[in-house]
Each structure stands twice: as structure tokens, then as C-alpha cells.
């Protein structure tokens, strides 16, 4: 066999999410119906943002680039994963998977950190409006993507340069519906100790900054309605600002619980059930969370429907 990298393997083999045979057919219109939901909530999104200038504010443009993520990401596992129900091997290469691992790990870690730019936007509109304009200025707002984009790049490629060192010598089948790497690090026959440092580490930074950013942002929002006098403007502020924790809350828990502990094989068939809220469910979830529920949105979706009829 043709070495790679200093690899016996030239190729691997996607277990997928079940190997019972009763459940690939229900699980693939399932996952299909949701990849379309994805694909249409977050291109729409992105669209309408777009052709809309009533939308051209800091808060759409970080949803935006939200949207964007969710849409290259859920496109990163679903194709593989969907072809893993309706065939008998799913064969990816190793330059394929050594791909996927990167834009896997490029785009969770953006969405960690677009995250927490939404959450501290939201909390400078909420608790200092008088400085809104001034602290989120064009260049403020570009400067923390472009910040997001870096952090995502620098830890997407520690993860991939320390998995392209590991040997993989005969076994070549990940227990995974994508190229992971704590099921990857089940195949190496050589040590993994350097890869569960840098996953610790990073895994530990990029979630656990982010997350605490945006909990301590709610929290003063939550903190901030309350000395509201209104009950219905309190009612209408708690229902925004649970949504959008709970959609925080399934990403961040569902990633903490993945890459904040450590792997064995059974670990690893348990984290199937949780990577799957992560790739499929928060992508799919995220434009109903963050924008449908939102006045702005449902105004300049209906204004641009109504300038463009023929």
C-alpha cells in the first residue's frame, strides 16, 4: 500500500451514526430534511441580510457571518454522513479526512467566537446604548471576526499538523460519522499524548473563554431587565434572551462534553449522540433562534418581497 505521510493507510472508513439496518432509511429522510432546513434558514438568512440595508447594523452583520459558518459547516458532515445511510462502505481518503478535520475544527471554533461577539453586541445595546454607535464601530466589528477567523485558523491547524505527524498503521475504520479526532486518535499507532494536550488546551480556550464571555454578557443583560418597569417589555426581553442561551447552551455543552474529557471507545459511541447536536441540530436551529422570531427580520423580508414582485 502507497504510504502517506509516513501512514500505512491511504484511506478510511466511516462507520456512520448506527450500523443497525432499520434505522439507516428513517435516519437518512431525517438528516436529509434537516440538512435542506439548514441549507434554506441560513442561505435565506444570508440573502435577505444582504439585499436588505435596513439590516446593515453590527448585530446583523455578526449573524451574517453566522449564517455563513452554519452553512459551510453542516455542508462539512452531512453529505458524508447522509451517503453512510444509503451505502454499504463509506470510503473518504486520507487527504480528505485530513481536510474535513480542518474545516471541522475552523469552523466549531468560529462559532464559538462569533458567539461571543453576538452576546457582548447585544450586551452593549442593551446596558450602554448611549455608547452603542461608538464601541461597536465598523472597525470594531471587523476587527473581532477578523480576530475570530485568526483563532479558528491558528487551532484548526495545530489540531490537523499534530494529527498529520500520527502513524496509522493497518486499522483504518473511524467509529464516527465524520473524520473526529478523538475516534481518529483511536486508529494511531504511535503515541497520541502531544494531540490530548493540544486538544485540552486549545479545546479548553476556545470554549471556555467564549462561553464565559457570553454567560457573563446575559447575565448583566438579565440583569439589566430586570430593573425594568414593564412587565410585558421583561417578558419580551426573557423570551429573546433564553433563546439564544439555549441555543449557546446545546453548542458549547455538547462541544465541552466532546473535547474536554477523556476518550476511550466507549466515550466515543456515546459522543456520536452529542456531536450530532453540534453538526446538525444548533446549524438547523440557529436562524429560528437568532432571526425569525425578530421584528427586523419578518419587516425586511416582507419589504423585500413586496420591491421585487414582477
Known sequence: MILTNGSCVTEFILMGLTEQPDFQMPLFFLFLAMYVVTVLGNLGLLILIGLSSHLHTPMYFF???????????????????????????????????????????????????VLMSMAYDRYVAICNPLLYNIVMSPKVCCNLMLGSYLMAFSGAMAHTGCMLRLTFCDANTINHYFCDIFPMLQLSCTSTYANEMVVFITGGINITVPSLTIFISYGCILCNILQISSKEGRSKAFSTCSSHIV??????????????????????????????????????????FYSLRNKDVKFSLRKTLSTRKF
Open 247 to 288: 441555543a449557546v447552551s446545546l453548542f458549547f455543552g455538547s462541544g465541552a462534553f466532546m473535547y474536554l474529557r477523556p476518550s476511550s471507545a466507549g466515550f466515543i459511541n456515546e459522543g456520536k449522540i452529542y456531536s450530532v447536536l453540534y453538526t446538525n441540530v444548533v446549524p438547523m436551529m440557529n436562524p429560528l
Open 63 to 113: 449573524l451574517f457571518n453566522l449564517s455563513f459558518i452554519d452553512l459551510c459547516y453542516s455542508s462539512v458532515f452531512a453529505p458524508k454522513m447522509l451517503m453512510n445511510f444509503i451505502s454499504e462502505k463509506n470510503i473518504i481518503s486520507y487527504t480528505g479526512c485530513m481536510t474535513q478535520l480542518f474545516f471541522c475544527c475552523f469552523l466549531i471554533i468560529s462559532e464559538c467566537y
